[in-house]
């Protein structure tokens, strides 16, 4: 019934985000003189006119070149063919084949002038198929629920890339903007699930305390441990930015460390007040104290495998890193001390703490508004 | 923690000893004609070729016609400047602006003129005393020697970027100092290298003016460059504020065209010996400019047995920047660059560690490589350099514990480094050397037989 309305209101806003994040004053740091240009283009290979490829046993990637005749597809150049020497390396390797679509780098220098070289295959075909794939599994498994989760995800990344990412950019304080957007889309994300009920009510309020809990150990973390955003290793670029907007680079890793808490937070929450529910369906004479004992040991259960499943994000992000450290027999003073493993660290435990004091804070908050003699009514 | 201490006084060890090098050549110059002409960031760049110097220097008010003098050193009697034996050569004033990254991308005047002028008609070693004024009133007087052109050799540096304050007490004063001692060092340890390359971020503030101003004010302030040709290219540091690098260097051949955004700091070759120098400001996101660029000054100068390209933005290096989008933008696109022009070998920095490569093509390195060798004849591929900071303003830790793929050689000591490029003929040799104890970190040859 509402829903239509829901998704209007959904469009409207992603609408006023767009617009908001494109007036903006933009860095540019590279310039260019006059009518000089780089441009992204779709092209299409017509022909592999030659290659000479040798696969490098030591670590299996093919390296070498081809020769191909390509056929720009977008911008100035349009339906101009000319032969690229496609190189694949260790920096670039794209093994290419007669009809595959490419997107070209086309550095202009003057009119007359440009260079195209391969930038990459063309990939957004792929993205969309996995897009597509995963929407009709949400919607094919999940029902209208399912959809209704689509609809809370795309307001996540609206909130997040068009408000959040623009915020921070233009000076607004990071911590500020994480606490207000992830308030947000906590509570848009649950109230799309769960609908206007006391069950969304106690996951959004036990979700909310999570994210401050987790806010005040990622501040003690980081004034204890002396790490910040100008300990990680974008601090120059974003130094840069800063001085533009005055975009406040020291506390984007701390707006960071709330940002990465939040699914975890929202995902126990709904898990223990959903289960609350149940609980009280099945029987509807529990008192309060019944239902937060039956929320903790919904809670307990989950903690361990939330915690794991916070820890394996981290660990799948930073796999690369850790088969380094690995192979080259670093002391734990090193690694335990450099940047970027304490920050990894500190990251996964601040999250896992906060998840943990979010499960006594949602059996609480369940039970004590799914005990009251008059639950309100579900929309 | 006691090896960290030991290398930290043997650094201010060596800090004193450049300082005190330093205090004596200025001494030692001080005496040759003082002069009533206020002037500031005094330095001059080689010129087209090594015939020519350019001069650059900024003054308070603006003077109808620059002029530098230049006479024989054998010409002077005593401590006064030989002004009836002296040549004059006279330049250009303009107007310094610039236009600040956090700005808006207006131009705002700075107050000051720069002044500019090109000397040409030098002999090879000889010993010249020189001084810069309007015509009336004269600065003090300096004296430079030029150099033999046939066997000669250059010093080199990464990022000064004066005022970064990431080392030691953090304050402009100690870069400075690291920058004096660097300098010092360098300078008593190739007493005739025929000029300087520094390779950009040679000032460190993004957003404010002064504090940029003040951070070449001591860039400029060590004696040495005053005798020593400096050849500088634009890094990104420098570039936040726009044309204002551009003011205060003088350089040839530049192009109005290629690798500008501000249209007084683009790319810009000379020749030395039978070299030629291809400087590039690789802020500037279209390579085919530069192509363009290499292409013209190839063409123009065909007579030069090597070609190096000297640019900030590493593309070959290990550390924080190896990475970066944009860095690795410039890895895919310049190296064909620079194959399709046989160039001999890329001096970079931007990276705050040294790096140098195996002969690169295609990407990757020229197979047959040895990684152990300590110098290559004929190579089929490029050798790219990335030199550490020359001031230890500032380090990087290593993106990756083990070496890139292209790595032949790399060392991130946190202490102030500097190269010398000596070619003889045939042979390009590069040796870099630290400054606490002047040990060599490592030494290539390139030799050619074709």
């Known amino acids: 019934m509402g829903w239509a309305a829901v998704a209007a209101a959904l469009a409207l806003f992603a609408a006023g985000a767009v617009r908001f994040a494109a007036s903006t004053d933009y860095c540019r740091l590279y310039r260019s003189s006059g009518s000089a240009k780089v ?188 790490v910040s955003g100008y300990t990680t290793a974008e601090a120059d670029s974003l130094l840069a930015i800063a001085g533009r907007g005055g ?62 499943t916070l820890i394996l994000a981290f660990a799948g992000t930073s796999l690369n890193s850790m088969i380094l450290i ?23 435990l601040c999250a896992g703490l906060a998840v943990a004091v979010t499960v006594p804070a949602v059996a609480a908050l369940s039970a004590f508004l799914l005990s009251r003699p008059r639950p309100r009514p579900a929309l | 923690m006691s090896v960290a201490r030991g290398a930290f006084s043997a650094h201010s060890r060596g800090l004193r000893a450049g300082l005190i090098a330093g205090l004596l050549s200025s001494v030692a110059l001080a ?25 650059a220097w900024f003054t308070e008010s603006p003077a109808a016609k620059p002029v530098v003098q230049i006479a024989r050193k054998a010409d002077a009697a005593g401590d006064a400047f030989p002004a009836g034996k002296a040549k004059s050569f006279s330049g250009t004033s303009s107007k310094v602006s610039a236009t600040p990254f956090n700005g808006d991308d207006k131009s705002v005047q700075v107050g000051g003129y720069a002044d500019k002028v090109a000397v040409s008609g030098l002999r090879d070693s000889t010993e010249y005393v020189y001084r810069v004024g309007d015509g009336k009133s004269w600065s003090q007087a300096y004296s430079f020697s030029t150099r033999d052109e046939r066997n000669f050799g250059f010093l080199v540096v990464g990022d000064p970027q004066l005022g970064a304050k990431a080392t030691g007490p953090k304050t402009l004063a100690s870069d400075a100092a690291g920058w004096q001692d660097t300098l010092g060092k360098a300078v008593a340890e190739h007493p005739s290298a025929s000029f300087l390359v520094s390779l950009g971020d040679e000032v460190n503030d ?72 291809l400087m590039l400001n690789s802020n500037t996101e279209s390579i085919a400019t530069h192509d363009l660029f290499i292409r013209e000054a190839v063409e123009k100068n065909p007579g030069a047995k090597w070609r190096i390209a000297c640019f900030h933005h590493s593309v070959y290096s290990e550390a924080d920047h190896f990475a970066d989008p944009d860095v690795i933008d410039r890895r895919t696109n310049f190296p064909p660059v620079f194959e399709r022009y046989k160039v001999d070998a890329v001096l970079q920095g931007h990276d705050h560690s040294y790096t140098r490569t195996l002969p690169m093509r295609d990407g990757k390195p020229v197979a047959g490589s040895d990684p152990k ?31 890139e793929v292209f790595s032949a050689a790399r060392w991130q000591g946190k202490v102030p480094s500097f190269s010398y490029v000596a070619i003889d003929g045939g042979k390009l040799s590069v040796t870099t050397y630290r400054t606490d104890d002047m040990s060599v970190i490592d030494s290539y040859s390139i030799v050619k037989t074709k």
Not at chain 1, 155 to 179: D, K, M, Q
Not at chain 2, 31 to 51: E, H, K
């Open chain 1, 326 to 348: 690995y192979s080259l027999e670093r002391s734990a003073n090193q690694i335990l001390n450099s940047n970027a493993v304490a920050i990894a660290i500190g990251q996964s």
């Open chain 2, 206 to 277: 993004y957003n404010k003016l002064d504090s940029q101003a003040a951070e070449y004010s001591a860039f400029f302030a060590p004696q040495q460059l005053r005798s020593l040709p400096m050849a500088t290219v634009n890094g990104n540091h420098d570039f936040q504020m726009g044309e204002y690098y551009g003011f205060h260097y003088n350089q040839p051949n530049l192009s109005a065209r290629y690798g500008t955004s501000y249209g007084n700091d683009g790319d810009y070759w000379f020749v030395y010996g039978e070299v030629l120098f």
């Open chain 2, 31 to 55: 005496a040759f004609g003082a002069g009533d002409y206020s002037i500031s960031g005094l330095n001059f760049a080689p010129g087209s070729d090594g015939s020519k110097l350019n001069f």
């Open chain 1, 39 to 226: 441009s992204y283009e779709r092209g299409r290979v017509l022909a592999v006119e030659g290659e000479e490829l040798e696969r490098d046993d030591g670590r299996g990637i093919l390296t070498g070149v081809q020769d191909l005749a390509v056929r720009i597809d977008s911008g100035a150049h349009a339906g101009t063919e000319l032969r690229i020497r496609n190189v694949l390396n260790y920096t670039t390797h794209f093994l290419l084949g007669k009809g595959d679509s490419v997107v070209l780098h086309v550095d202009q220098a003057d009119p007359d002038h440009y260079i195209a070289s391969v930038y990459s295959v063309d990939r957004a075909p792929t993205l969309l198929l996995f897009a597509a794939l995963f929407a009709a599994a949400l919607c094919g498994i999940g029902g209208r629920r399912g959809a209704r989760s689509l609809l809370g995800m795309v307001f996540t990344v609206a909130s997040l890339a068009l408000v959040f990412v623009p915020l921070v950019y233009r000076g607004c304080s990071p911590i500020l903007a994480a606490a207000a957007v992830g308030v947000a889309v906590i509570a848009a994300s649950l109230l799309l699930v769960a609908g206007a009920s006391a069950k969304a009510g106690a996951a959004i309020a036990g979700s909310i305390v999570g994210l401050a809990v987790g806010a005040l150990l990622a501040l003690l973390f980081e004034a204890l441990a002396q």
């Open chain 2, 373 to 403: 060798a300590q110098s290559v004849s004929d190579p089929a591929g490029v050798v790219y350099f990335t030199f550490n900071s020359g001031s230890g303003s500032k380090f990087y830790d290593w993106h990756d514990a083990a070496p």
């Open chain 1, 247 to 308: 975009m406040k680079a020291g506390e984007l890793l701390f707006a960071a460390f709330m940002v990465s808490t939040l699914g975890a937070e929202m995902d126990i929450a709904i898990s223990i007040s959903s289960a609350v529910c149940e609980v009280r369906g099945g029987n509807p004479r529990l008192g309060p104290r019944d239902l937060f004992l039956a929320g903790m040991n919904v809670g307990r259960d989950m903690m361990g495998t939330m915690a794991n």
